[in-house]
């Protein structure tokens, strides 16, 4: 079992920056992937990003290549979720999600959850 906790949601204006983190516990976590979604109110749960633990290799969805960057802490067993440049259709409530193996792009395949984190850009 891996146990996942985010951090740092928060009500920013447009333009401007946040940072969200998300604690993991329960497991080692070199052979896990770690990603982030999000999901707006009446929408799917889409993927933003991920990061293969063992060898910090990122990958991103197209809607926040360049103004959001994954970096993960070691010591710390955390996960953190940079966002620049925040849009008001960043708007969502973010969630961690573990999964064992290479990094995954749908929901479906990951194993574990956070419980969530609100962010909501103002215009």
């Known amino acids: 079992q891996v146990q996942l906790v985010e951090s740092g949601g928060q009500l920013v204006q447009a333009g401007g920056s946040l940072r969200l983190s998300c604690a993991a516990s329960g497991r080692t976590l070199s052979s896990y992937s770690l990603g982030w979604f999000r999901q707006a109110p009446g929408k799917e749960r889409e993927f933003v990003g991920a990061i293969r633990w063992s060898t910090g290799s990122t990958y991103y969805a197209d809607s926040v290549k360049g103004r959001f960057t994954i970096s993960r802490d070691n010591a710390k067993n955390t996960v953190s979720l940079q966002m620049n440049s925040l849009r008001p259709e960043d708007t969502a409530v973010y969630y961690c999600?573990?999964?064992?193996?290479?990094?995954?792009?749908?929901?479906?395949?990951?194993?574990?959850w956070g419980q969530g984190t609100q962010v909501t850009v103002s215009s």
């Open positions: 999600a573990a999964r064992t193996g290479a990094v995954a792009v749908t929901r479906t395949q990951y194993d574990y």
